[in-house]
């Protein structure tokens, strides 16, 4: 007997068990997720002056890999997902330290592995690693358990210790939202303010620390975001030219492929991390409102799917990972605007990437789980030992 069939119970009539599973999915979730997929092709496809090569064919073929294994995913019992959580965050751990040691640069940083079909990024998969290490841990104790100071020893070690190697790499941009991630899910959890409003003060005592071990050009984007036009042919071309585009876009856009700024190579990464740039300014504030409006009910359906669901890791692992996606957009979005300094975050399922595409739906798939199993009781009493 498998161990699926075991958690799940269902061994005596496993395919109506898994036909209740497929009737029980989100498909409501599902079809954003496709429309917001179909919206990244198109605009890989713009990108690319109106052709399928080299980005937009590679992502199709990518999503349509990442949705199957979302599926399965979602299907696979919850309380699998709960007895792997340490092991997975373990091997997304070690991915991070094979970086150390066999990772080749890419744009000045050292974050990938190549594995020949794919370039890995464990930054990405740590993401979701992370909330479901934290979601385990966070299972057993009970809220008074979560109030003792010792109990927070371990779940800081989660989150300082993949931040801290993100940040070598270095990334700053993945190693805050690590910790952005992190701290939304310790608040999920029950941890008094008073804590938080220590940390942010050690936060703030240490920026002077902190901007001396920053990189040149890690000071260079902050000094650029308050002032722009400092350094307009350098730091700061980047973020002047989005703006000139996501303005001259307008409330309609210029219309699909007639983009100037993107069209004429003045907008650079028009494919990954500045592609909402050039969606409005392909199709204005209506489409770059549009957009939202997906992301935005895609996030409601995550929200609603933790609060509803009986057993305190679902409620957990699901709002955790709706922050995280929450976070890659607001970061994405504010980054070209210029409301924060560009720090590479992508836009999920727009921009082009295979390891964030997976690594996103992974955490959609994780999501729609907790959906499907929303009914499942995991009694706490059994994890009170949190590891």
Not at 181 to 196: C, E, P, S, T
Not at 335 to 349: D, F, K, N, Q, T
């Amino acid at each position: 007997m498998s161990l699926i069939a075991r958690l799940d119970g269902s061994h005596d009539e496993p395919g109506m068990r898994l036909a209740e599973k497929v009737i029980q999915l989100p498909w409501t979730l599902v079809l954003l997720i496709g429309l917001l997929a179909a919206a990244g092709f198109a605009m890989l496809y713009s990108a690319a002056h109106g052709s399928m090569d080299p980005w937009a064919s590679r992502q199709i073929m990518r999503f349509a890999l990442g949705v199957a294994m979302m599926v399965v995913v979602a299907l696979v019992d919850i309380r699998l997902w709960l007895r792997l959580a340490y092991p997975f965050y373990f091997l997304a751990f070690a991915s991070l330290l094979a970086v150390e040691v066999v990772g080749f640069t890419g744009m000045g940083a050292q974050r990938w592995i190549d594995l020949g079909i794919l370039q890995l990024q464990p930054s990405e998969i740590m993401k979701v690693a992370m909330v479901l290490a934290l979601a385990r841990y966070f299972h057993g104790p009970t809220l008074e358990e979560v109030w003792r100071p010792s109990r927070l020893i371990v779940p800081a070690m989660i989150i300082l210790a993949p931040a801290g190697l993100v940040l070598k790499q270095p990334d700053l941009g993945t190693a805050l939202m690590l910790l952005m991630v992190g701290g939304a899910m310790l608040f999920i959890a029950g941890v008094r303010l008073w804590k938080f409003a220590v940390v942010v003060f050690a936060g703030l005592s240490s920026i002077p620390i902190v901007w001396q071990s920053l990189h040149d050009y890690q000071r260079d984007r902050i000094l650029t975001f308050l002032d722009p036009e400092r350094d307009p042919l350098g730091a700061g071309y980047h973020i002047l030219q989005s703006k000139i585009a996501l303005g001259s876009g307008g409330v309609w856009g210029k219309g699909f492929l007639g983009g100037t700024q993107s069209h004429l190579n003045f907008l650079p990464e028009r494919q990954t991390d500045f592609i909402f740039t050039m969606l409005a300014e392909e199709f204005g504030l209506a489409g770059g409102l549009g957009l939202l409006g997906l992301y935005f009910l895609v996030l409601v359906h995550g929200v609603a799917i933790g609060l509803t669901s009986r057993n305190h890791f679902g409620r957990m692992l699901a709002l955790g990972l709706t922050t995280n996606i929450f976070l890659y957009v607001f970061i994405n979005i504010a980054m070209v605007m210029g409301l924060i300094p560009v720090v590479g975050v992508p836009l999920p399922l727009i921009s082009y990437g295979g390891t964030a595409m997976l690594a996103v739906l992974f955490a959609l798939g994780l999501i729609m789980s907790v959906y499907v199993h929303r009914e499942t009781r995991i009694p706490r009493r059994d994890f009170r030992a949190g590891i």
